[in-house]
């Protein structure tokens, strides 16, 4: 399994308060994601990370920022949770443009995020 | 605009028969496909890919068919087991074009013993 870890796994928060969610890799992988599920909608990317301190947004990034200061972890900050926002959050990693032309991704185990 | 369909949400079939997930794309830039596995409460795991030279790729009791002139891929598991009971993801990329999946909205597969 790549090694992808999530914190925290599950969290509880209220409506306008900052969230952090956090994922580290120890694959050194240059490509980094952030996607959530919800019934329905499969998975849907919100962020993602193409090296230390570049990255863009996917299909729903209103509402979430990013930030990459290191190869190994990437953040996705709610600057102000809403209930829409309740979700399960995964982070996945890409060892695309490190000699491997296909973008196979690997997800980590997810955050359960609820805001009330 | 949904670029990768799973139109089927759900498939129950029975332990030791073939179970086959289907999913079409519209985007005709598409020239690599993956399926991903999903159990409760775990994240989606890397199952089998293909990439567009190949019409077929197998894995163990995994394989799946591309059909690039009916922008189809199927995945075929024979047999089912009762432990192949999770969301099917099938996802596709434009190697080269870009570095994103585009994800369908999965397909929960029961496998009844």
């Known amino acids: 399994d790549a090694g992808i870890t999530q914190s925290p796994r599950h969290k509880v928060t209220e409506t306008g308060t900052p969230v952090t969610l956090r994922c580290h890799q120890t694959?050194?992988?240059?490509?980094m994601y952030w996607y959530r599920q919800d019934p329905g909608h499969g998975l849907r990317l919100i962020h993602y990370s193409y090296g230390v301190k570049d990255t863009d947004k996917g299909e729903v990034s209103d509402g979430y920022s990013v930030s990459r200061s290191k190869t190994e972890d990437f953040l996705l900050t709610l600057e102000s949770a809403t209930s829409s926002q309740t979700s399960v959050y995964f982070c996945?990693?890409?060892?695309?443009?490190?000699?491997?032309?296909?973008?196979?991704?690997?997800f980590g185990p997810g955050t359960r995020l609820t805001v009330l | 605009d949904q670029q990768v369909k799973q139109n089927s949400p759900s498939l129950s079939v029975q332990e030791g028969r073939i179970s086959i997930l289907n999913c079409d794309y519209t985007n005709s830039m598409f020239d690599y496909f993956l399926w991903y596995k999903k159990y409760p409460a775990e994240g989606p795991t890397f199952l089998i890919s293909i990439s567009s030279i190949k019409d077929k790729n197998e894995d163990g009791r995994f394989t799946v068919f591309l059909n690039k002139s009916a922008k189809h891929l199927s995945l075929h598991i024979v047999p089912s087991q009762p432990g192949d009971s999770a969301v099917y993801f099938c996802a596709a990329n434009s190697q080269g074009g870009s570095e994103k999946l585009v994800f369908g909205k999965g397909t929960k597969l029961t496998v009844n013993p």
């Open positions: 996945a990693i890409s060892a695309l443009g490190t000699g491997v032309s296909t973008d196979t991704q690997y």
């Open positions: 694959e050194n992988h240059r490509y």
